[in-house]
């Protein structure tokens, strides 16, 4: 679908986390079962979503926590940081419901901009080799896969990923 939603962006606050982790659980779940098991699903919401996790990258000078909401509605969020030297998009997650409209490309973009800003020459995300419909989404907003890795994260999983790499 392509007619564009009203899409308004900003900063997740404190108060606010309990609702990104909920949200993220949610599209989780729609998700990645059928790429990884349910038991690393489980293990990388914890993970990457507890709240006391989330209450730190806020405080983190070089995490960007960004949410989406269209009518009000909270429905999606980019995180981005700076990795290893890089700028990162480190989370990409849009409610099913509205997937496929447009509001992942605005979040990529604002993110892209923050790079910009900040002097990069380019965005570097991970992505798992299963998810075609995020990598196909990705390539249309100028990723190119970089390379591929395997990485250890610990209690026996792995994210075996593509790093995709966008010019700006
Ligand atoms: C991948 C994702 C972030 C893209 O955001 P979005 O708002 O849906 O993306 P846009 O509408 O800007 O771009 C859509 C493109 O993504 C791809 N795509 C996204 N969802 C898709 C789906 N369910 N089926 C097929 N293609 C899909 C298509 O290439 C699509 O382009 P098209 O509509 O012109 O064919 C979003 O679909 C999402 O959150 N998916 C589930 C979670 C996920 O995999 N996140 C990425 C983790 S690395």
Redesign the pocket.
């Known amino acids: 679908?392509?007619n564009k939603l009203n899409v308004e962006i900003r900063s997740v606050t404190p108060p606010e986390v309990p609702a990104i982790a909920a949200l993220a659980r949610e599209?989780w779940q729609?998700?990645y079962p059928g790429i990884i098991t349910q038991e690393q699903i489980d293990f990388m919401l914890e993970q990457r979503y507890g709240h006391e996790r989330l209450y730190d990258d806020l405080e983190d000078l070089h995490k960007w926590l960004d949410q989406a909401f269209v009518d009000g509605r909270r429905i999606?969020f980019a995180f981005s940081e700076i990795y290893k030297g890089e700028f990162k998009l480190d989370?990409?997650?849009?409610h099913p419901d509205?997937?496929?409209?447009?509001?992942?490309?605005?979040l990529i973009a604002n993110v892209a901009e923050r790079a910009k800003r900040e002097g990069y020459p380019c965005v570097i995300?991970?992505?798992?080799k299963r998810?075609v419909?995020?990598i196909?989404?990705y390539k249309?907003?100028g990723f190119a896969v970089r390379e591929s890795t395997v990485d250890d994260i610990g209690h026996g999983y792995v994210m075996d990923d593509y790093v995709m790499e966008k010019k700006l």
Not at 98 to 106: C, K, L, N
């Open positions: 679908m392509n599209i729609a998700t999606g989370k990409l997650y849009i509205v997937q496929r409209h447009g509001v992942g490309g605005q995300l991970q992505v798992n998810n419909n995020a196909n989404s249309k907003y």
